[in-house]
C-alpha cells in the first residue's frame, strides 16, 4: 500500500523539480521579472501551484484507493453478552460557569464609541438521571430503558446498591443524592442476556478468485435473498418459507451465539424454506450470501 501513494506524490514531486532544474523555465524569468519582489512573487506562486499539484494528486490517489478498497469491505453481525446492568438514580450537582454580561457603550467627547463588557460568576443546579445502562462482556457501556433493566434484574436476582452519587446544589435549590444499583449476570446458559451488532470488516478472499467462494451472484439473486447483515437483520433465524419459529426458539439460539461469539466469533443462523423448496433455492441463497457480485 505504501507504494500506492508513494507513486502520485512522486509525479507532481517529479514536475516540480524538473521546473526548478530547467533553465527555460526559470523561476527568476518568469513573467519577465526584473527585481527581487516579482521575483518573490513568482517564488511564491511556484509554492502554492506544488502544494496543490500535491494535495490534488494525494485526492484523487485518496478517492481510487477508497474505491476499490471498498469492495472489500462487508458487514458482520457480532454476538457477545451483556453481563452487568446498572441504575443510576437522579442526582444533583452545583456548576460553576462563566457568562459575559453587557455594560453597554460610552461615547467620550471626541464622539468615539466603546462597547463595555465585564465577566461574571454563576452557579447553578443541573439535575442528572435517572439512567439504566447494560455492560457487555468487551467491557462497554450502552444505555437500556427502565424496563429493560427490570426485566433483566428479576432474571439475575442479583441486585447490589454498589454507590451513591453525592448531591450539591446552588443557592437554596434541594440537594438529591442518587444511590447506584448494579446487577451482575449468574454466568447460567439459560440466563444469558444476548446481545449483537453490526461491524464492517475487510475480506479480500471473497472478493478475489479463491476456492472458498460460490458461483458468482446474479443481481436477481441478491435481489430475492439479501444478506441479513446488510439489512441489518441479526436474527439466529432466517425465513424463506416454512412455520414461523416461536420466541422461546429464537431466544435459545440467540444465547448459542452470545455464548459462542466473543469465544469462536462466529454467527449461527437457521434458514427455513418450505417443505417443497428444491435443492436450487439453497444454492441461489448461498450464491447470493457468498457469491462474488457478478461483473
Same mark, same amino acid.
Given at each position: ?94 456548576? $460553576? ?23 461574571? $460568576? ?25 424496563? $429493560? ?12 446498591? $454498589? ?133
Amino acid at each position: 500500500m505504501g507504494i500506492f501513494w508513494l507513486v502520485p506524490a512522486l509525479i507532481p514531486i517529479l514536475g516540480i523539480l524538473i521546473i526548478l532544474i530547467c533553465p527555460v523555465w526559470s523561476i527568476a524569468k518568469w513573467q519577465g521579472a526584473k527585481n527581487s519582489i516579482e521575483i518573490q512573487n513568482n517564488w511564491f506562486k511556484f509554492g502554492i501551484y506544488s502544494v496543490l499539484n500535491i494535495v490534488f494528486c494525494l485526492l484523487v490517489a485518496f478517492a481510487c484507493w477508497e474505491g476499490a478498497n471498498s469492495k472489500t469491505k462487508f458487514n458482520e453481525i457480532w454476538n457477545f453478552k451483556d453481563v452487568q446492568i446498572k441504575y443510576d438514580q437522579e442526582w444533583t450537582e452545583k456548576i $460553576t460557569y462563566q457568562v459575559t454580561v453587557d455594560d453597554g457603550d460610552t461615547t467620550d467627547s471626541d464622539g468615539h464609541v466603546t462597547h463595555h463588557s465585564h465577566q461574571e $460568576t454563576r452557579h447553578r443546579t443541573d439535575h442528572f438521571g435517572p439512567y439504566w445502562s447494560r455492560q457487555n462482556e468487551y467491557g462497554e457501556w450502552k444505555r437500556i430503558d427502565s424496563g $429493560t433493566y427490570a426485566y433483566w434484574k428479576n432474571v439475575w436476582k442479583d441486585e447490589k446498591n $454498589t454507590g451513591m452519587h453525592k448531591g450539591s446544589s446552588a443557592g437554596f435549590d434541594r440537594s438529591i443524592d442518587g444511590l447506584i444499583f448494579e446487577c451482575s449476570w449468574d454466568r447460567k446458559f439459560e440466563t444469558i442476556y444476548p446481545d449483537t451488532s453490526i461491524f464492517t470488516y475487510v475480506n479480500k478472499i471473497r472478493v478475489s478468485n479463491s476456492v472458498f467462494n460460490q458461483d458468482k451472484s446474479t443481481p436477481q439473486q441478491k435481489a430475492k435473498y439479501p444478506r441479513p447483515a446488510d439489512q441489518r437483520n441479526t436474527s439466529p433465524v432466517i425465513l424463506y418459507g416454512g412455520s414461523d419459529v416461536s420466541s422461546e426458539d429464537i431466544l435459545f439460539l440467540r444465547r448459542v451465539n452470545a455464548d459462542l461469539g466473543c469465544l469462536k466469533q462466529i454467527h449461527t443462523m437457521l434458514v427455513l424454506f418450505n417443505k417443497d423448496a428444491s435443492r436450487d433455492v439453497v444454492k441461489d441463497v448461498l450464491q447470493a450470501w457468498h457469491g462474488m457480485d457478478r461483473i
